[in-house]
């Protein structure tokens, strides 16, 4: 089983970051290889474990929706690497 490296907000030594609000396209990829593809206003918790699952093992968050086609080829490139 390969590593799964992830950020934790364990409540120590966590920078905390608020981004401006408005929104926000989130992909991720579970470790079975499932990719999610989504839209979401609360940037805050949106890298959350209970927020994309808990075993993902790569997740993009940016500012505005993923466009059809960036969508695609989020999901050709992860489908690739976790099939």
Do not use: C, K
């Amino acid at each position: 089983m390969p590593n799964i490296w992830h950020l934790s907000n364990d409540g120590g030594d966590s920078l905390s970051v608020t981004p401006p609000a408005g929104t926000y396209g989130r992909a991720w990829v579970s470790a079975a290889g499932v990719v999610t593809v989504d839209t979401v206003t609360n940037p805050t918790n949106a890298l959350i474990p209970s927020a994309v699952g808990a075993t993902q093992a790569d997740v993009i968050l940016r500012q505005g929706a993923f466009s059809p086609t960036e969508e695609a080829g989020i999901r050709a490139y992860w489908g690739g690497l976790y099939a």
